[in-house]
């Protein structure tokens, strides 16, 4: 191991003993670096090749930050065996005068164009607090070359700002309209403490009917239960639902 004048390790590397040569044969080594601040901005991952009898990269990562330490652009590329070569992702952040992450484009590497495209985007919003209240997520469309929709979310809080319910939709192109996927509700203690979520799906096959929840003889109203496209719901946990 290697470290700066920080104590930050800079450097790890492996060798493992090889007995016909009766020598140490390098298995792997990582290289770190770090800007001013002390800020992890790059990884690189080398393996050792006995033909070449060096080392060859076969990873990296890098890491960008914005005057506020908030990360910004993040990449990682890994190389496989031929004909493959370098595969990898990159994301890019956006924020706003709040800090919040509003917009994230995912980016693919593409070895026969050596660049990255366009892979998948995600557009967040969020409350007067800073709780994040839904998100829109695109994937790219190679053909048309834009951005078509893939899911949404949707969160909701009380007013202490817990999370009370998260719900998602997923887009359906031959509808050209949203199809519920799963609502998750939140239940609190008297202390504050969540329990364990109740999981909901959407199911297509049932009539739309309103429900309550009921567990241990106790009534917990779900008055919530409205949106989704006029999909009915499916409790999938162990409760009993009973149509009211």
């Known amino acids: 191991n290697v470290y700066n004048t920080e ?3 800079t450097e790890r590397t492996k060798y493992g003993w090889e ?17 001013a601040l002390g800020r992890s901005i790059e990884e690189l991952r ?25 990360i910004i652009e993040s990449q990682s590329c890994s190389l496989e065996p031929e004909p493959v070569g370098w595969r990898g992702s990159r ?9 919040n992450l509003t917009d994230q484009l995912s980016y693919l590497w593409n070895s026969s164009l050596f660049n990255w495209v366009n892979h998948r ?17 695109y994937d790219w469309d190679p053909e048309s070359k834009g951005w ?3 899911r ?12 009370l319910e998260y719900t998602r939709y997923q887009w359906d192109p031959g509808k050209n309209d949203w199809n519920g996927s799963w609502r998750r509700i939140f239940v609190y203690d008297d202390d504050g403490i969540i329990s364990e979520p109740l999981l909901l799906q959407f199911v297509k096959e049932l009539p739309h009917i309103r429900v ?15 949106k989704g496209s006029g999909r009915s719901l499916l409790l999938i946990a162990v409760l009993r639902i009973i149509s009211v």
Do not use: P
Request: proline share 0%; aromatic share 14%; hydrophobic share 30%.
């Open 7 to 9: 104590g930050k390790r």
């Open 19 to 35: 007995r016909e040569k009766n020598d140490w044969k390098g298995w792997w080594r990582i290289v770190n670096r770090y800007d």
């Open 46 to 70: 080398y393996q050792w090749n006995a033909d070449s009898n060096k080392w060859v990269m076969d990873h990296y990562s890098r890491t960008f930050y914005d005057a506020n330490n908030r």
């Open 91 to 99: 994301n890019v952040n956006t924020f706003d005068a709040n800090g």
């Open 121 to 137: 985007r995600t557009v967040n919003t969020y409350d007067a607090s800073g709780n994040k209240t839904g998100s829109v997520r």
């Open 148 to 150: 078509v929709l893939d």
């Open 152 to 163: 949404r979310d949707y969160l909701e809080y009380d007013e202490d700002g817990r999370i």
């Open 212 to 226: 309550k929840i009921v567990e241990l003889g106790v009534i917990q109203r779900c008055d919530k239960l409205k």
